[in-house]
């Protein structure tokens, strides 16, 4: 029993069936990546787990609780964090203020634009997003604007917002798209470190091989809406289903 289950779940966008019959296991303390070409219903079915979305039919299991129907915030405080596939920090804002907010969302429940003037009083909250920061390794740019961020300090931003909310389950959907390599290096090193360092499980949805094959200890491969494959790397690699699918993408 993983400690994500996905079972038989569908969603529909008008004519379009984004997903067919989804299942999913995502054992805890692993790194799952869910892989395929796009369109296929990735970013689709990460919405599903978190809440932005609620699909037609199936069910979606967090440590034995269902997800479906709840607040994206209440999926956060179950254990739940998100990187999304656009960069959701504030670019006016600098490093240090991105990261205050998550500290004080966790501490209150929720999030709220007002708690971020009452935040420098809060020493605690201030601690910890300092801590984070110094684990980030971004102590040095805290009083950077986050816009002016390289693409890769950017995800490390990000990362480290999530993981100030002390996830069990962190999701990524494709951390490293636009990157040049020496910044996807480093964020393969980054997740690595985290892999190795906490007590977390980690779903990823990434296009580049390199850092799938760098990361995964299993992979789930989408093909329009299903489930074509789930294996251990070393199967998907030369796997015949698995290249049609891409191939189909190019074709
Ligand atoms: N809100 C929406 N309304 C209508 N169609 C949608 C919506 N969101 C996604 N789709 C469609 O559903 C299908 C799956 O989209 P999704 O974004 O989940 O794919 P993806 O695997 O994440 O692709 P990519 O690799 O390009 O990010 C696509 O055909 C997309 O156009
Ligand atoms: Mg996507």
New binding site residues.
Partial sequence: MGILEVKNVG?R??G?Q??GDVNLSVKENTVHAII????????????CLVGK?IPDTGSVMFDGQSVLGRKPYEINQMGISRVF?TPEIFGDLTVMENMLIPCFAKRDGAFSLNAITSVPSETDVIEKAEAMLVEMNMADKRHMHSASLSRGDKRRLEIGMCLSQEPRLLLL??PTAGMARADTNNTIDLLKEIKDQRDITIAI?E?DMHVVFSLADRITV?AQ?TPLVEDDPQNIRGNPKVREAYLGESA
Avoid at 36 to 47: D, E, I, Q, V, Y
């Fill in positions: 969603k966008f008008g379009l984004a997903l395929g070409p796009n369109g296929a219903g990735k970013s689709t079915l990460l919405n979305l596939q959907d494709e949805i296009h989408l809406g």
